[in-house]
């Protein structure tokens, strides 16, 4: 990788460090206090909907996807729903949710999905050459087009890294795009200095479409 292309990225410190140890990652299930376990079950009622009662989420091909929850590590699912009650992440439903509850809440439900079992989207048919795109773009980049590889700050499988970079392997293929899109469309801003937004913006209709495919067809941490 030159120094050449490394000059185009106003991220090149970031992307340096986001190779921190997934030790830092929060406790497994069975280190989850039992008791916010208990309470998150109860203030997730009104998630069940979207989210599945089993944290698995929802993809509609051509339509609304919901992420999978389980297998996110509960700070990050903490953060999420604070960006969308500040407005740093921009959705009408989630607003209302997150709106009815305080931090504490927020926790609990995080720490009841983190208790949960990992399971693997049901996948739509793919084109193999559209997946070997996105695979290559998941893993290599696309440096002609400064594009970073996905798990350059997602980590080792796109499994997540730490907090602030969620695990992407076995997510739906819909959210994947409908994130990437909205990034794209500066609707999403609570990524650490604009990096996801600079990538997404250099990516065109086929690349989101591939890379979200892909990596959904990968197994998420938890499944290995």
């Known amino acids: 990788m030159t120094p050449k292309l490394f000059s185009r990225l106003p991220l090149v410190g970031l992307l340096a460090a986001v190779g921190l140890s ?21 203030a997730a009622v009104t998630c069940v ?22 297998g996110l590590e509960p700070e990050y699912i903490v953060n999420q729903l604070k960006a969308f009650k500040d407005g740093s992440r921009n ?8 709106t009815m509850l305080n931090d504490e809440q927020m926790k ?12 693997q989207p049901t996948l739509p048919a793919v084109d193999e050459a559209l997946l070997k795109h996105g695979e290559k773009l998941a893993l290599k980049g696309d440096w002609d087009r400064y594009i970073v590889a996905c798990t350059t700050c997602h980590g080792v499988g796109n499994q997540g890294n730490g907090v602030t970079f969620p695990g992407l392997a076995g997510q ?13 469309n500066e609707t999403r801003k609570n990524d650490p200095q604009n990096l996801m937004a600079v990538i997404a913006k250099r990516m065109d209709d086929r690349d989101v479409e591939a890379v ?8 998420a941490k938890g499944q290995e």
């Open 49 to 70: 909907a979207c989210h599945q009662a089993d944290g698995s989420g929802m993809n509609i091909p051509g339509g609304e996807s919901w992420p999978r929850l389980t």
């Open 108 to 119: 609990d439900v995080a720490t009841y999905y983190a208790s949960l079992p990992v399971t």
């Open 212 to 219: 979200s495919a892909w990596l959904a067809t990968q197994p």
């Open 22 to 42: 997934t030790a830092m990652t929060t406790a497994v299930a069975a280190e989850l206090d039992a008791e916010a376990i208990e309470r998150g079950k109860a």
């Open 91 to 98: 959705n009408a439903s989630m607003l209302a949710f997150a």
């Open 172 to 184: 739906h293929p819909g959210y994947i795009a409908q994130q990437i899109t909205a990034w794209k």
